[in-house]
């Protein structure tokens, strides 16, 4: 039973913004406001919380938004929110607007912050997973992972049509700082050749030996994708010029990977997440974010969501090699 009924929530988009947040900031609005919840928005995330960047939210404030990339409520990174101060002061601004709870839509380093809000200073949080990089602890996927995956591979489908037609090896580099699941995936389902993941060890030589062999059987093109946490493509294009001494391409797919229009999977997960969101608020919940498990929607613990990611990539990147054998 809860002690204090939730009358007003805010909401922020926090973090790397991704294809899929403004189909969750739709889901939270419109369902809070049917279980009658009042619902501000806060502009570019925490930055905008502790200035007070604040606008009153309705039905038709999210209209014809479900399909549109990145976030209507900007987003901007906040390094001092680690700081007590600014963290006090974010919660001056939502006493100030009478805010019983605070809805976090971003990654891990945004959970933190939303964990830090809850644990010491008292307030109600409740997260919802949006970041390219499927890096949330327990939720198998994370709102926008999908997209990132669909844009990097329609950009490997057209460089394969130059590297077959030219005779070259490509090294494409995609986002990943800490976790390979966009180069993993990517990798297979775009038929390339290899992947350097962060949590894998770099094997130049061995990728060497399989090019340098694949020429004399009579294979004229490769595809590698690079996880940027494993290392520049342009480093890791470098050394294969120099060890085989074949013309070697890079293509940095950047920032590209964030935006596009929002798959239907990753619309109908933040759909589910936004409305599983209120339902926590309405069960009295604080400090968890919204999960999906098994394809159950379900919650867990912000404190447990932004541990290490334990995910594994190597029956992926196994099957990958085997393939492209």
Known sequence: MMEKRIKKIGVITSGGDCSGMNAA?????????????????????????VRNECIKMTRRSVSNIIGHGGTILKTERFDKFKEKK??????????????D???????????????????NWGITTIGIP??????????????????AVNVALEAI???????????????????????????????????????????????????????????????KSWIIVVAEGAGRALDVADAITLKTGFET???????????GVPSAFDRSLASRFGAKAIELLLEGKTDKTTAIQANEITSIAL????????????EIYKLTRILAS
């Open 303 to 314: 404190a447990t969501a932004i541990k290490p990611i334990k995910k594994s990539n190597s």
């Open 157 to 219: 489908d057209k460089i394969r049509d130059t590297a077959t037609s030219m005779e070259r090896i490509f090294v494409v580099e995609v986002m990943g700082r800490k976790e390979g699941y966009i180069a993993s995936l990517v990798g297979l389902a775009g038929g390339v050749e290899d992947i350097l993941l962060p949590e894998k060890p770099i094997h130049l030589e061995e990728m060497c030996r399989d090019i340098i062999n694949g020429r004399k059987r009579g294979k």
């Open 130 to 147: 949006a970041t390219i990089d499927n890096d949330i602890n327990g939720s198998d996927y994370a709102v926008g992972t999908f997209t």
């Open 25 to 49: 900031l739709r889901s939270v609005v419109r369902c809070a406001i049917y279980n009658g919840i009042e619902v501000v928005g806060f502009y570019n995330a925490y930055a905008g919380l």
């Open 86 to 99: 600014w963290q006090k002061k974010a919660v001056d601004v939502l006493k100030k607007n009478k805010v």
């Open 101 to 119: 709870a605070l809805v976090v839509i971003g990654g891990n380093g945004s959970f933190a912050a939303a964990h830090i809000l809850s644990k």
């Open 249 to 259: 391409r890079v293509v940095v797919l950047g920032h590209v990977q964030r935006g």
